[in-house]
């Protein structure tokens, strides 16, 4: 079955990975959790937390997507505009 194509109607635009920190951020505060009960809850290490949150660019997409998951976040990815694919 493939994946659902509708956007959340409470989804963000991430642009760029201080982006991406702030929602992680934001999720984990709502959710009453320091850094370090966060990423013993997602299998991290609070440096790791820590430079996601910060916005570091180049970590390892697994990692991040297993955070977001733990606390209750999901990857959307579809063309820009709702342009449709190849035009």
């Known amino acids: ?5 509708s ?3 409470d989804a963000s635009r991430v642009r760029k990975p201080d982006d991406i920190g702030e929602l992680v951020r934001a999720a984990r505060r709502e959710g009453g959790t320091d850094q370090a009960t966060t990423a013993g809850i997602a299998g991290v290490g609070v440096r790791f937390l820590g430079d996601l949150e910060r916005g ?6 697994g990692l991040v997507l ?3 998951d733990r606390l209750g976040l999901e990857v959307w990815i579809g063309p ?5 694919r190849g035009g």
């Open 1 to 5: 079955m493939p994946p659902s194509t």
């Open 56 to 61: 570091k660019p180049n970590l390892r997409l």
């Open 80 to 84: 820009r505009g709702g342009r449709s």
């Open 7 to 9: 956007k959340p109607a």
């Open 66 to 68: 297993r955070v977001l």
